[in-house]
């Protein structure tokens, strides 16, 4: 088990971030549709917690393929998806990712928002107060991400915004900038299988972190797409991208099945 803390700080306020990072989910999901890649949405529907409250439920199948290294797609199916559970009671969401061919692979995230530059160092006490973990700050603004996903109209050293005035943010950004606020993020990953464990469970994590870079990015370089938007906005937005993303993945890897049956015949 290799556990990390992932704290990214955003220009926005907490309850802005809550229609933004639906958005950006959405959105995010729809383009990489395109790419091969895709997010199929199984459920998403509101649901009750006895502890939480109010809150939504979302089970995605995401499709990995291309994103595994040449040692990992050689001993993988073909068609590969990972199971994705979420439960968002924001500002506290909790999301699993487990995946049927490796029973002994999960990953674990639990994240809570407040509106800080990522100061309290004691956010997580409850879920993890004993427990050793590497804190590692995430820089929208500064940090590297590969240059297959750079664009510049999603770097906010670049990205100015029309509606709210914020953007063009420089190093040091965070100790200055008003709105702030922080994503925490608690990630758990295991693989418990010998010999393989520690390698996996780095190369998932450098993958998370990543994801945490590029999806953040995005949310603040899209800011004037949503600012406007109220939840029933942005909710019907989602619905709206959630089906056009499912025909997409839903042709793409039914197309798949059929290849891998012919090619089953034809060998017979």
């Known amino acids: 088990m290799l556990l990390k803390e ?10 802005e ?12 999901s729809h383009e990489q549709s395109d790419r091969g890649e895709g997010v199929e949405v199984v ?39 990972v199971t994705e559970k979420a439960w968002n009671y924001y500002p506290y969401t909790i999301t699993e990712y487990t995946c ?24 997580f006490d409850n879920e993890a107060k004993d427990l050793e973990r590497e804190v590692c700050f ?14 510049e109209s999603e770097d906010p050293k670049h990205f100015k915004s029309e509606k709210t005035g ?53 949310a603040f370089a899209w800011v004037d797409e949503w600012y406007d938007m109220t939840m029933d906005d942005v909710r019907e937005y989602e619905k709206n991208m959630h ?5 997409k993945v839903c042709n793409q890897h039914s197309s798949t099945v059929d290849d891998i049956e012919s090619h089953a015949q034809t060998s017979t």
Not at 6 to 15: H, N
Not at 18 to 24: D, N, R, S
Not at 243 to 247: G, Y
């Open 6 to 15: 992932y704290r990214i700080c955003m220009p926005l306020t907490v309850d």
């Open 17 to 28: 971030y809550k229609i933004g990072q639906l958005y950006m989910i959405s959105k995010h």
């Open 43 to 81: 459920q998403n529907e509101p649901f009750e917690d006895p502890h939480h409250g109010n809150g939504q439920f979302t089970e995605k199948r995401v499709y990995l393929n291309s994103k595994l290294p040449s040692w990992a797609r050689a001993v993988v199916p073909k068609i590969f998806y």
């Open 100 to 123: 049927s061919f490796l029973p002994k692979f999960s990953i674990h995230i639990e994240t809570k928002y407040e509106d800080n530059k990522g100061s309290n160092n004691h956010i």
């Open 138 to 151: 995430i820089d929208i603004a500064c940090d590297e991400i590969p240059e297959r996903y750079y664009k």
């Open 166 to 218: 914020r953007g063009q943010l420089r190093e040091g950004w965070r100790d200055s900038h008003q709105p702030i606020m922080c994503s925490y993020k608690l990630v758990t990953v295991k693989f418990e299988v010998w010999g393989l464990q520690t390698r996996v469970e780095q190369f998932v994590h450098k993958v998370v972190r990543d994801i945490l870079l590029i999806g953040h990015r995005q």
């Open 243 to 247: 089906e056009q993303t499912n025909i």
